[in-house]
């Protein structure tokens, strides 16, 4: 198996955001107004490039290493793929894992096939600092296939690898529009009615999309389910949900990635403590001892009223700086 | 022998248009009015000058009060229209099942908004403090059901699981954070202190004021409940906590979720004489929702049942005939008919009032077919 190392670190410890961001309250009246039929879509959109600059400056000033773009305009994870690939729809409202929280599950209507529509819509590189890494941050494959309604793939394992494929057509058209890294969430994988079957269908589809500088995000589930077939991914990098993960269940693995520490809890509004956060990843540092390592939320930060979220940055970036502060 | 499959509603109706209209301070236009008409002829409601004379005006405080009294007993009104036994106000005096508890507790405090899906967004607070009891906030919407109403009444109110659940969770997570070494055992150990305290400082004085002021029976709402099934326990010991001698009947309401997960925890419930779940959202031809009762057979559950017998999230009307098959159905594998009430699957509100009232009517069409075939 290639085991690669996440390039851009350097024996420090980096920080960055996992996923689309909290919408502002001006960008929520926006998008509600167009709801309702009292805004046309394209006046929302000086909002969100504004908005989407916010962030940027958000992240260079709390200095962030890997810059996204908070997909603001993403209905949900999937929803940008009806777009860029083709054989997709939208389909009914589902709950997104445990959370208060819906998304449209996608239905499978054809062979799916990567068409290049939508990109620039919903990956705005060029509103990110000129410089420092660009992150684009994808559906992982296993994820996408679970958590859609399969009408046109004989097998799933089928499907997974069909959307592997285009995932990689993605990955391909982001990198020369700007874009360094890729991470792809991956939820599904650690629930635990996984099956070893699928693990390893898992493995197979990071041999296709995982190109360049890519890692795999965990969330909402103990990653220990699956490290295993995690850690086989030809990937840099492998993000794990502290608030899910207990750290013992990793320690007899050798983790020879750049370890994500979710370490910042998106879902509630209680603000860290940097000390405590430090203490926690210097523990995480010793027992699991990852070659590299980067803070990020545990997942999306969507869940949380925009200012809370603003917060929970600056929480990441203070706590980092106290890191780099420690003996 | 008392009436087999009554009728009863589970909650919330749409919002009457001419009472948004009026709270939003917009424009009363003609089809608000005509509303108003068309249905107190339907209903029989009998304050159709009164909302029309307090829509002549503009907004006020007095105004705004009255007319979400007027539009309160409006509900009531249409749903013994329908036919239902056991009736309530449609919701139309809260704000919503979540945040009209909460803003009436204290211990919360709302930062902003967060999504729900797709551009629909709503209020979701932060636990900041111990929670604790404000007023009754229910108690003035009893009273005025009590006062008008001519079918049994049924109050339904948030549970304490699903506060909790859709709340963030600072001030008990704060409380334990000598935890916070291990994150997984923090969270999970402070969202039970905080769903213990909402059932004992919130929602106990609640039902308790409720049965003072004459309530014969309450429905605890909890979507929330199987979220998380590890915490399903969780509720079970707040139920047990916020019902511990309330003097009424009491039930569960429970929608859109894997009933199995509810078992066996929920046989510990102690004070709790039914279960209305939703299964018409889930059924086949063959009536294959229903075969989910069969739970209750395999653990020994003898509780009523609330038979969810019409979708809320569809428009297509169920016939009064499906819904007698779906009720012969349930009887037959429950062995015993009078355990059977009858209800759509959740509250109505995402429906028009046309909808709701079509599908209210086929209900209680539906009950009696299946009253004739089985007595």
């Not at chain 1, 389909?91 to 054809?110: E, M, Q, S």
């Not at chain 1, 635990?192 to 969330?219: D, F, Q, V, W």
């Not at chain 2, 915490?231 to 429970?254: D, I, R």
Request: glycine share 6%; net charge negative; with cysteine.
């Amino acid at each position: 198996m290639r085991r690669l190392k996440f390039t851009g670190l350097h024996g420090m410890v980096e920080t960055h955001l996992t996923g689309v961001f909290s919408r502002s309250e001006r960008l929520i009246a926006a998008t509600r107004a167009v709801a309702r039929g009292n805004l046309k879509q394209s006046e929302v959109e000086p909002i969100l490039q504004e908005d989407i600059r916010s962030l940027a400056s958000l992240q260079e000033e709390s200095k962030l290493d890997a810059f996204v773009d908070g997909q603001l305009n993403w209905q949900d994870l999937f929803r940008p793929f009806t777009e860029i690939f083709t054989g997709i729809e939208s389909g009914g409202l589902t709950r997104w894992f445990d959370n208060n929280t819906f998304y449209r599950k996608p239905v499978i209507a054809r062979k799916i096939a990567f068409s290049g529509s939508g990109l620039q819509e919903y990956f705005r590189v060029h509103l990110l600092p000129k410089h420092g890494r660009k992150k684009a941050v994808l559906p992982g494959p296993l994820t996408f296939a679970l958590l859609s309604d399969n009408k046109a793939y004989q097998s799933f394992s089928d499907l997974v690898d069909a959307l592997a494929h285009s995932l990689k057509d993605v990955v391909k058209a982001l990198s020369g529009s700007g874009y360094e890294c890729f991470q792809f969430n991956e939820p599904c994988a650690c629930e635990p009615k996984r099956t070893e079957s699928e693990l390893e269908t898992l493995r197979h589809a990071y041999e296709t999309c995982a190109e360049g500088n890519s890692l795999i995000h965990t969330y909402f589930g103990d990653a220990s389910r699956a490290i295993e077939a995690l850690l086989d991914c030809p990937v840099n990098g492998l993000g794990i949900d502290l608030y899910s993960t207990p750290l013992g269940s990793l320690k007899e693995y050798d983790l020879d990635k750049t370890l994500g520490c979710g370490c910042v809890d998106g879902r509630n509004s209680l603000l860290e403590s940097p000390t405590e956060l430090k203490e926690i990843i210097q523990k995480v540092q010793a027992d699991l001892e990852p070659p590299d390592l980067y803070l990020a939320p545990n997942c999306d930060l969507e869940f949380l009223p925009h200012p809370v979220a603003e917060k929970k940055v600056r929480v990441l970036s203070e706590t980092r700086k106290l890191l780099s502060e420690a003996p | 022998m008392s009436k087999l499959f009554p009728v009863q509603e589970i909650g919330s109706l749409p919002k009457a248009p001419w009472l948004l209209a009026y709270l939003r301070g917009k424009k009363v236009e003609q089809a608000d009015l005509d509303h108003v008409r068309k249905w107190s002829k339907m209903v029989g409601f009998e304050f159709e000058s009164e909302v029309l004379s307090t829509l002549g005006f503009p907004r006020n405080s007095d105004g705004e009060k009255r007319l979400r009294e007027l539009a309160s007993i409006f509900a009531l009104r249409y749903l013994e229209s329908a036919g239902l036994d056991y009736v309530y106000d449609g919701e139309e005096n809260r704000i919503e099942m979540y945040e009209h508890p909460v803003r009436n507790s204290d211990g919360f405090e709302f930062y902003g908004h967060v999504r729900s899906f797709d551009n629909r967004y709503y209020r979701k607070a932060a636990c900041v403090a111990k929670v604790a009891f404000r007023k009754a906030y229910h108690l003035d919407e009893f009273k005025l059901m009590k006062q008008h109403a001519r079918r049994s009444i049924k109050v339904p109110i948030t549970g304490p699981y699903t506060i909790a659940d859709w709340s963030f969770n600072e001030y008990y997570q704060q409380q334990r954070r000598e935890d916070f070494k291990d994150l997984q055992k923090l969270k999970l150990e402070a969202k039970r202190d905080f769903v213990i305290d909402v059932a004992k400082q919130i929602i106990y004085p609640n039902l308790t004021a409720l049965v003072e002021a004459g309530a014969e029976w309450i429905q605890v709402d909890e979507p929330a409940l199987t979220t998380r099934p590890e915490e399903v326990p969780f509720f079970v010991e707040a139920f047990n906590e916020c019902t511990k001698g309330v003097q009424c009947k009491l039930s569960l309401h429970v929608c859109f979720s894997d009933y199995r997960l509810l078992y066996p925890h929920i046989m510990d419930l102690k004070n709790c004489s039914q279960l209305a779940l939703e299964f018409a959202n889930r059924d086949d031809d063959q009536r294959g929702a229903y075969d989910q009762l069969k739970l209750l057979n395999e653990f020994g559950d003898r509780r009523e049942i609330g038979l969810g017998v019409a979708d809320v999230h569809v428009d297509q009307i169920e016939s009064p005939t499906v819904i007698r098959d779906r009720i012969e159905y349930a009887a037959k594998i429950l062995h015993d008919p009078q355990r059977i009430y009858v209800n759509p699957d959740c509250g109505l509100r995402t429906r028009s009032w046309d909808i709701a009232y079509a599908k209210l009517s086929n209900i209680t069409k539906g009950a009696e077919l299946a009253r004739q075939a089985v007595s």
